[in-house]
């Protein structure tokens, strides 16, 4: 739905976290979409300085001017771990970025996205065109339908998996967060298939963190967790957890000069850099490995 609103210098866009306690807003310059689906509320809108905003029931998912920091560590660092990713499956992400740095591999075959709420992809193709765009590459496939359910239907067939989700309080986030819905993924994966879902930050969101980062532990036989600077999300210190099913090696397996050459944040040197976690936080998961 396009709204006539431009240029109001009373419309603000506010995102509370921390229990309420503190957040972050934007001066709105124009509302671009604002509607409600079957399982969350949509708003897309423009900014003077961050760009084009996308937000789900009220908190940020992708803000234009950063959203590269966010996509390209959640993709690069597990699609160069492994050897040969041919058979890709993104779980949530339905504005395309996600999806848009799985296919800048030339290995990848098919790159399935499973998004529970078409409304988001429909709203993406038409106000994202800049996340958006690669659903219309011939490898892609499109599926609306619940993560957890669409993953229990394979075995052995993805190389990686990457978890784009909401928080676990938001939409229907909080099922891809069960350690069921891991083990799940871990069935569908090939014997050196890896996982990498994106686990909060360890600054206002420490129980999630931990909650995910303890449930992948679980299902998976060895788990690392690496770090990446993200300003659209609170704090801008993100976390993202890497479960492998077979090789245990987190070391760039693959070099591509002629695409790292594209990118904005990953690199040869943030892959290494990003495994080294600050004592604070390691100590954290080290209590979580002893309990």
Same mark, same amino acid.
């Given at each position: 739905?396009?709204? *006539?609103?431009?240029?109001? $210098? ?46 789900? !029931? ?13 996509? /390209? ?29 799985? +296919?800048? =591999?030339?290995?990848?075959? /098919?790159? =399935?996205?499973?998004?529970?709420? /078409?409304?988001?992809? #429909? ?16 490898? *892609? ?6 993560? *957890? ?9 993805? !190389?990686?998996?990457?978890? !784009?989700?909401? $928080? ?21 994966? &090939? ?7 994106? &686990? ?5 969101? &420490?129980?999630? #963190? ?52 594209? +990118? ?12 080294? +976690? ?14």
């Amino acid at each position: 739905m396009k709204r *006539a609103l431009k240029n109001c $210098d009373a419309l603000r866009f506010e995102e509370f976290f921390h229990g309420g306690q503190t957040g972050t807003f934007f001066k709105i310059k124009e509302m671009i979409c604002s509607k409600q689906t079957a399982y969350q509320r949509i708003d897309i809108f423009d900014t003077d300085n961050a760009g084009r905003v996308f937000a789900l !029931d009220g908190i940020i998912q992708t803000i234009g001017r950063f959203e590269f920091m966010y996509h /390209e560590m959640l993709v690069h660092v597990p699609m160069f771990s492994h050897s040969s990713p041919e058979r890709v499956l993104i779980i949530g992400g339905g504005d395309g970025g996600t999806l848009r740095e799985v +296919l800048r =591999h030339e290995q990848v075959e /098919e790159a =399935h996205m499973c998004e529970i709420d /078409e409304e988001v992809v #429909l709203a993406a193709k038409e106000y994202l065109p800049s996340l958006s765009s690669a659903m219309e590459d011939e490898r *892609a496939r499109l599926f609306y339908t619940d993560g *957890a359910e669409y993953v229990s239907q394979f075995q052995e067939f993805f !190389d990686v998996i990457l978890i !784009d989700s909401t $928080d676990p309080t938001a939409g229907e986030g909080g099922n891809l967060f069960t350690k069921e819905f891991y083990s799940s993924c871990k069935a569908a994966l &090939t014997k050196d298939g890896l996982l990498v879902a994106q &686990t909060e930050n360890p600054v206002y969101d &420490t129980s999630w #963190l931990e909650m995910a980062y303890g449930r992948i532990d679980m299902a998976f036989p060895s788990v690392k967790m690496y770090k990446g600077f993200s300003p659209q999300y609170p704090s801008g210190f993100w976390t993202y957890t890497m479960g492998m099913k077979g090789d245990k090696s987190i070391a760039k397996k693959r070099d591509d000069n002629a695409l790292e050459k594209e +990118l904005q944040y990953y690199s040869s040197d943030i892959h290494a850099s990003s495994f080294v +976690l600050p004592p604070f936080l390691k100590e954290s998961l080290a209590t979580l490995k002893e309990v």
